[in-house]
């Protein structure tokens, strides 16, 4: 149980497009999701904390109007790259957890985006 | 504020040697959760161990085993008789009780060499 997919696994899309990327949990409600963005050689760095039904948190220094994130459901959570540049290829990485006692996060297993 | 300092950038080893992952964390939480995970070539993360505050007790997983030593504010991972399947990058993490906060050391990458 507790496995989460994400879609597309990896997208090379030319500068100026937008990219939706979907998280699903396939197995369990998610009432909170998480996206995290990871560069080559680097760590996982939290970009937004999403509930269901409501705005996402965004960690400081992510820019909102870019990285548009939508939980629409418990089971489903997407963000939308817009007007992608070279600069935002990268790993994004979501996670999301149940809500039960403690929240743990389980991860998807990431999309690799490459902004030509 | 939370974080994770994993100093080993790259380890490397020959197979079947004893390898030890650092990991020291700062946290203002009383009660918190450490964790590892593997990074493998095709980037998908695996869970290896969590680990919460209360819970002082070294643990032992076939090759695997941990030591969480809260009065030097580590919880290091060691790898008795590495395999060359181990080679990844781990991640140590931390978040707070309700789990909402997770953050990730640097990683260190691991190569164990035929």
């Known amino acids: 149980g507790a496995v989460v997919s994400q879609h597309p696994s990896w997208v090379i899309c030319k500068s100026g497009t937008s990219v939706k990327i979907e998280c699903r949990s396939l197995d369990f409600q998610a009432t909170t999701m998480f996206w995290y963005r990871q560069f080559p050689k680097q760590s996982l760095m939290l970009m937004a904390t999403?509930?269901?039904?409501?705005?996402?948190?965004?960690e400081q220094g992510v820019e909102k109007d870019k990285f548009l994130i939508n939980h629409a459901s418990l089971t489903l959570s997407t963000l939308t790259v817009t007007s992608a540049h070279p600069e935002d290829s990268s790993f994004y990485i979501c996670s999301a957890s149940r809500g039960v006692a403690y929240n743990e996060q389980f991860f998807g297993p990431g999309t690799r985006l490459t902004v030509l | 504020a939370q974080k994770v300092t994993q100093a080993q950038t790259e380890i490397s080893v020959v197979e079947k040697e004893d390898v030890t992952l650092d990991c020291v964390y700062e946290t203002r939480d009383t009660t918190y959760y450490l964790f590892w995970y593997k990074q493998p070539p095709s980037g998908e993360l695996v869970f290896l161990i969590r680990?919460?505050?209360?819970?002082?007790q070294n643990e032992i997983s076939g090759r695997y085993s941990w030591n969480f030593q809260k009065s030097t504010s580590s919880f290091n991972f060691t790898i008795t008789a590495s395999q060359v399947v181990d080679s990844a990058v781990y991640f140590c993490?931390?978040?707070?009780?309700?789990?909402?906060?997770?953050?990730f050391g640097a990683g260190t990458r691991l190569t164990v060499k035929p």
């Open positions: 993490a931390l978040s707070g009780w309700v789990g909402n906060d997770m953050r």
């Open positions: 999403s509930n269901e039904g409501s705005k996402a948190t965004y």
């Open positions: 680990r919460n505050s209360f819970d002082e």
